[in-house]
């Protein structure tokens, strides 16, 4: 019994304006005209079509579901193969970064590496953190969290410098910090040279670093930082 366009298209589980669009582009031929003028669709129509569903229901691209391109199949099949293996890659690594957001009640928006410890941060430790999981790879920030995780004497008087600090106080703190940095720089190398561990290029670090340090700490906390690199040698 001969079908029309629509109830091919029922048939197959597609729409009226697809069947319309396969023959446009000469995946589906067009069967022939009553004298009415209706178009009269059997059974090969059908098969064709419902091969042309499935292989799009799979994600194989239309041009390579043409006849002339029946070579190409294979090619766009392996394409498509390592497309979905990097996409079930992704939802598999957000799937872990979720989980961990749960269990530490971490918000979304922190770099995952971070999540272990997000609850202590500051609106300033979060913004920060959001800057180096934007420039450090996984491995640098599993470092990274971990010194976040270990607060020192002197990271806690840092933090609560005073942005009019006197000299003596300044140069106190810069040779705590220091003796600090050298040790976080034996533990973990990497951090004597950071823009080693960038996935941003060469000075990424730098320059990203830099500008968030000028946003987020005061003037007195900036000298600090200024003198403990010089006395790094850095």
Do not use: C
Request: glycine residues 6%; without cysteine.
């Amino acid at each position: 019994m001969p079908w029309s366009t629509r109830e091919l298209a029922e048939l197959a589980g597609t729409t009226v304006k697809a069947v319309r669009h396969y023959h446009e582009i000469g995946l589906l031929d067009e069967p022939e005209r009553l004298s009415n003028g209706y178009k009269q669709y059997g059974v090969a129509h059908l098969v064709r079509l419902l091969r042309i569903t499935r292989l799009k229901e799979l994600g194989v691209p239309l041009a390579a579901m043409r006849t002339d391109a029946a070579e190409d199949l294979p090619t766009a099949i392996r394409a498509l193969d390592g497309e979905l293996a990097k996409r079930i890659t992704r939802l598999q690594r957000t799937r872990a970064e979720l989980a961990t957001a749960l269990e530490h009640n971490a918000p979304l928006d922190t770099p995952a590496a971070f999540h272990a410890v997000a609850e202590s941060f500051s609106d300033r430790d979060r913004a920060l953190a959001t800057v180096l999981g934007g420039v450090f790879d996984d491995a640098a920030l599993g470092d990274l969290s971990a010194l976040m995780a270990e607060s020192t004497d002197a990271d806690e008087l840092f933090d609560a410098l005073p942005p009019d600090a006197d000299d003596a106080a300044i140069e106190d703190l810069a040779g705590r910090l220091a003796a600090t940095i050298r040790e976080q720089h034996a533990r973990f190398p990497w951090m004597a040279d950071p823009n080693a561990a960038s996935v941003r290029g060469r000075n990424a670090a730098e320059r990203a670093l830099g500008a968030a340090f000028l946003e987020l700490y005061n003037p007195a906390q900036m000298r600090v930082l200024a003198r403990a690199a010089a006395l790094l040698g850095v």
